[in-house]
Structures are given as structure tokens and as C-alpha cells.
């Protein structure tokens, strides 16, 4: 009989970042150091809740209007309707036009996963290309709906920068009409982002080819500090694309407002520029934004209130909204400093090979281009973690630890190089 | 016909044709039916009448009309507020949920719950448990998980909340059937059990699952006497159906959490049913019981068989996946308030008596309009329960009551209970006695 139903259900292989976690915190050595966490740590390496964020929380739960209430199925509009204005920009013709649907969602990964249901049921068989690298969960959040993956040529291992040819050429090859999945800022694993010159050419050649752009902006502000700057590549893909096909952006508050565990975000859709007077955008505006209210029920029925209410605070209040642009340069310039800390220490060590990628990339993380052995090594040796493709989360570095990384690094990369002379 | 669709066009005769297939199709999406409560809502927030009522929503009120906050869950949002140690990190969850949260969860369901058998099944690693977002989030858990390894098939009552359907057929359900709940004012038993015996059959490889609520029914607030639920549950294991317990409204019958899974209790009842074969799911809510709807807590259980050592671990790997790819973490917030209040026996015994205190007013409203109206249903406490009452009145009738009183209602006839106070019973009862003269 089939007592045994469950056991082909098959055990999937730990999530690595947190086995990582797991493993640092039984590290019973003196001096240890996390590489491997996702989140902004301080100087003294410990999570820090954004000065604007404390100041909102007392807001909202001294509101005397204050309760649990379910949100409505698309989310709190004061967020929503700020949250398209911090990343269109104030002044964008998409908002003046009315061609933007927004909707709450659960960070940029619920944001991300409304995209690939919306893309399996209204977009089909088309392929989708992810950046190679790319975010690990990005290849499962399509696939499991359904959606062909394949990826386009981004990082270049050898000089550690662009391989803006591979990519424009990958852009050439797909299909008229394909998906395209651009990191708009920060990229995620490399850190490595095309300048304002290379966004021009690429978001040119997507346009040529009809492909649709989705937006992962899970770094707005955090990268730079400046929520402007690191609009850019969105900004000029509207501007670029608006003629040709629909834009979706997924957007996530975890980083730049440090709301990770609140899971605060949105998924804007941005319809096309209708220069037809027969077009009805209000009825397809309407179609579009019922079929994603149908979809957030059969998800969540609605979405988690409490974070969004904080970020909705900030983004409406503006002292608070002032206090979190300082806070987002707190952030980006610690993360900063810890790059050309850790450069400068490789470099006047002379360990070899080039570090100054490290400076040159962005946000929370650094491709180091150590390889699988050099991590394991760093970690039983050294015990400090990160994940095997030798990303490092720059947060989890220090005035207090720095020195030890980069030693170990050094090490690791000497005993390498000694070791292949055999 | 917009005029992306027409670029494409042009495109189409310039380059390849693969953009302009697909971009049409965007142009086809119709327009999905408006969520009908969020509709009434909306109208009724535009109503003028000073005296409007609105009897729609699933939310409790006070006897002001208000939605207020449980004052043991007040006090335990003042607790984290002033702890530095409880505040200071709003870094991720686990993927599957905190861990301090599944901990108290799973007290609360298996040890307060159901304490005759549930220990045990924790003790024996026997129930994979994942955080979800509120009641909602755990049944589109178990459906993926289901979906992908056990059984396309689910039964669910008729009538029952409408999302179930919409949830089910979303994900992966290709055989959405109805048992029948509910006729003509009347829980209709033998149909349910004879609609189960005719259709499923044990042995043919096909596995079903069905929906059971496990108490407060929605919409039609009714629920089968123990006596009923036993020959169901009988049916349903002789069928080896896999249940999925919809837990919502834990604690609305009687006031007492606790003593409300009576449905689970039955279940887990191992010297009747022995153990169910394909496991038994339980999707929990602590939205309604500590009202917490917005900030969506919740969880699912899942009860595997025994003598299957790594099933547990198996199905929350599998569990995990689906989350990661999903919304990677559960929110925090909400959840660490229901683990505070969870988290001590003083704290849970100030809980239920907000519960109760909840409870006692939802009876004070029946009886009230029993008072009033007469009708036996609201006060048939055996069977009446939860926040709901099902009025049996027509389309015709409710828009009446909503034209002409302000009397919102959803078009089946249900009847939130919450909404109605002591202000506005008598003008609430007056217009039902009115309208059906
Ligand atoms: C590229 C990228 N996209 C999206 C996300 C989504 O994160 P969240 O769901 O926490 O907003 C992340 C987070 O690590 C990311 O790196
Ligand atoms: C029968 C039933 N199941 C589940 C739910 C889920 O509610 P939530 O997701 O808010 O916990 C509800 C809420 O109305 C319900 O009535």
C-alpha cells in the first residue's frame, strides 16, 4: 500500500548561505569572520536598524489609527505610489502618462515571483535570459513557473570586468521578443555594473531586438547612496524601451531601508507609450492590474502590513525621508571604505594578482575571483567564510577584521600558487 | 488596439515574427472579476447615510465598530518595542520561518491542542512545519508541495471561501471537485459522504485530498456536530483521502483556542484512524484568533507516517524550495508578536481571555438579534458558530437592504456578525423585519 507516498519526495541539497551560518556559529575559534551574510552589519559588526526606520516604527504605532487590519489585495497605496516615484524618478513621463501599475509585494522576490507567474500565463514560450553570473535564486524563481532560462554573458573571470561584446551579442542571438532580467544596480554575485556608456549601448540593442526588460532593483541607494544614481540604468531603459513593449520592475526594500525580514517591496508593470488615439490605456491598465490582483490572492490574499507601513512613513514623510537619504550614504560609504581598506592591505602585502576590481564593484558584494579551493582553505584555516564562487559580502568586513581577512587571503593565495608549482 | 502591439506590427514585417505573437497575446489579457467583497467595500466607503452598516468583511469589530488590537498582543508589541534585544535586528528568517516562532507553534497545536496525541508525534520527528504567510500562505504551501509530489485532486465543500478554488486551480490542481455542504439553510451530511463513497475509489492509484474546515465554516458558519464529523472522518480515512485541515478560526467557537481543534484531535485519534497513509496537512492561521490579519502569520504542518525516518526532513527540504522561490522569508514582525504571546503560560491565559471576550460578544449579537428576529438559526449554538451567519436571504432582498438601509452584505447572504453592535441593532433588525414583510 502506499504507506510510502512521501518517500519520493526527494531531499533537496541545504541552502548554502545559511549551512554557512550554521557552521560559523559552531566555529569555536577566537577569531572568526561571516563573509557569507546578505545584510548590512556596523563597524562593530552587528545588524543595524536605520535611525529613519526607528523614528517611522514610533510614528506608525503612535497612530492613533493603528491596528492589523488586512491591506487591500494590491498592497498600501502610500507605498506603492511613492515606492514608483523613488524609482521612475518625481518627474517621470511613464507616471505623468499614467502608465504605471504598481503593486506591493513580498521584497524583490515576491516581486520577482509575481513577474514569472505574470510571464508563464501571459508571455509564453519565450526565453528568459539571466546574467551569467547571477543571483542563485534567480534560475529557480522562473523556472519553477515554467519559464525557459537561459543566460547571457556578463562577467569576463580573466580581467575581472564586463564582457560587454558577450553580452551585446547575446542580446543579438536570442529571439526577437525575449525576456531579459537586468540587475539595474549592484549587481549580484559580481558587484560589477556597466558604466552609463555601456547601459546606452545595451539597453540599444534590446530595444532593436523587441526583447522585454525585467529590472531587479534590490540595491537602490545602497549601492551609491545616492537613490538617483543607481536609477540610472531603470531610467534609461524607460526612456529607451517605453516605445517598443512593457517594462517590469521588481523592487525591493530589504536593502536600502534594511526592512530584509519585513519583506517590503513592489512590482511595477510600466505599459508602453500609446501614441494611437483608438488605444484604450484605462481598459488595459484595468485588465492588467485585476488579473494581478487575482493572482496576489491565490499568493498571499494580501501582503504583510507592518513593514510597509514603516517604509510607506518614510517615503511620505519628508524629515523622514531626509534622515534615510543620510542613512543610505552611512551604509554605502562604510561599504566603501571597507573595499579600499581590504585593496589597499592585499596591495601592500603583495599578495599576487590585481585587486582592484574590488574597489571598482559595488553594493554589499565583491566577485574576489578566489576559487573553491582558496574558500575552503580560507575557511579551515583562517575561519573566514564565504560562499565557493568567492563572493564576499563587504558588510561583514571591519576596522576590527579587515586585517585578518586580507592576511588570510593572502595566505590562501601564496599556499595556491606554491602548491601548483608541484 | 494599442499601439505597442501596432510597433510590433511594424517590427513584424521589418525583422522576425517571434516578438509580435507573444506581445499580442499581452493585448488579449481580459479583465478578471473584481474581488466582490473589496467592491462592496469600496461603495459602502462612499455611502452618505449616517446610519450605513457594513456587514461584509471578516474582520472583528468592538462594540464601537472598531478593529482594535488584543490587549494581550498590545502588550506584547510594548514588550518588543522597549527591548533592545528583541528590536535591534530585522535581519531575514530562517526560509521555513524563525525558529522560536515554529517552536511555540507547534506547542500550541500539538501539546495545548491536542494533547492526547500530539506530543507523541513531535517527539517521534513525525510533523514537518513551515511559517507562512497566515492561513492563505499555508494552503498555497501544501497545494505546490501536493501538486508536485502526492495528488492533483481536491475536494472542497459547497459552499466554502472562494479563494479556495482560485488557490487550488493556481496551483497545479487540475481536478478541482465540490462535495456537497450546504442546501437550503441545512447541512447536507449524507450527500457529503455518499458524494465521497461514489467518486473516489481507494485502490484505482488516484489519490484525492479534501478540504475539511475545521470549525466557523465560511461562509455559512454552520459545522457538523461531533457526532457527524465522526462518520465523515470515518469515510474520509476509508477512502484514504489526505486532509487538509483549514484552520482560520481556531478559538471562535468557544472562546478557547485550545479546545476548538476538536477536528484535529479527531484526526490525530490514532486507536480509530491509526495513521493517515498520505499524510495529514493542517493550514493555520493566527489571523482572526489574535488578530493579526495584516501581518499574515501562520503555518503548515504536515503529519507524515510513522516509520519513515527521513520523510519529515524530505518534505521540509522540499518546503523550503518552494518558499525560496516564492517570497525566499516569511515577515518577521507579526510573527515575533505571536511567539511572545505564545511564548509563556501567563501571556497564552491573557490571550484566551481576549478570545473569549471576542467570542462573547459574537454571541451577545446573536442572542441580541435573536431577541429581535426570532430566528432559531443564530441561536443553534451546537452548530452556530464563528462570525459568520448565514442569512438564507436573496440577491433582491440584500439590495434592498443595501439601497434603501445602508445595509451591506455580501450577495449569499452571509452576515458578519462583528459589524453589528449596540448601536445599530435595533436599526439593523428593523430594516431585515421590514424588508421581509
Ligand atoms: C539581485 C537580487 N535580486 C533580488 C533580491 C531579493 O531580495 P529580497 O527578496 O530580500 O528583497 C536579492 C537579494 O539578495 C538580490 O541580490
Ligand atoms: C476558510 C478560510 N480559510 C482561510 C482563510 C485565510 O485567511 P488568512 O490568510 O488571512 O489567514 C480564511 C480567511 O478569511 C478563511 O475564511
Redesign the interface.
Known sequence: MSQAILNNVEKLPADALFDIKQRFSKDPREVKVDLGIGAYRDENGKPWVLPSVRSAEKLVQEDPSYNHEYLGINGLPTLTSNAAKIILGEDSPALAEDRVISVQSLSGTGALHIAAKFISKFLPNRTLYLSNPTWANHHAIFQTQGVKTAIYSYWDSKTKSLDLEGYLQSIKNAPNGSIFVLHACAHNPTGLDPNQEQWNQILDAIAAKDHIAIFDSAYQGFASGDLNRDAFAVRLGIQKLSKVCPIFICQSFAKNIGLYGERVGCFHLVLPQQNDASANLVSIKTAVSSQLSKMIRSEVSNSPAYGAKVAAKILSTPHLTEQWHKDMITMSSRINKMRASLRDKLVSLKTPGTWDHIVGQCGMFSYTGLSPDMVERLESQHAVYLVSSGRISIAGLNDGNVDHVAKAIDEVVRNQAASSKF | ????L???RR?FWN?????????S???K???????KI?GLTEQFSKDKNAKKVNLTVG?YKDNQG????FPT?AKA?KIL?QDENM?????????IGSPAYRKSTLNFLFRDSCPESGPKLLEQERVSFVQT??G??AL?VAADLLAQ??SRTVWIPNLSWP?HT??F???GFNDVRQYSYYENGKLTVDKWIDNLKKNVKKNDGS?HCIILHACCHNPTGVDPTVEQWRKILDAVREL?MIPIIDMAYQGLVSGNPAKDAYVLRMCLDESRYGNW???LFLCQSF?KNM??????VGSLSVV??P??P??K???E??L???V???????????CRVATLVLSSDDFKRDWYKDVESMVQRLLNVRQGMYDRLGWEGLINFEQQHGMFFYTGLKPHALNRLRDEYSIYMTMDGRLSLSGVNDHNIDYVCDAFKAILD
Open positions: 488596439m494599442s499601439n505597442w501596432q510597433c510590433s517590427c525583422r522576425t515574427n517571434y516578438g509580435t505573437r507573444a506581445l497575446s499581452f493585448d489579457i481580459p479583465r478578471a472579476p473584481p474581488d473589496l474582520v472598531l478593529v482594535t488590537t498582543v508589541q518595542d528590536n535591534s535586528d530585522l535581519s531575514y528568517l530562517p526560509i504567510l497566515s492563505t500562505g498555497v509530489f502526492v479563494n482560485n488557490i486551480k493556481r496551483h489519490r484514504e497513509p498520505h499524510g489571523a488578530g493579526l490579519y495584516g501581518e499574515r507524515v507516517p516509520n519513515q527521513e520523510s526532513g524530505n518534505v527540504s522540499q523550503k524550495q518552494i525560496r522561490s516564492m517570497y525566499s522569508s516569511p515577515p518577521a514582525y507579526g
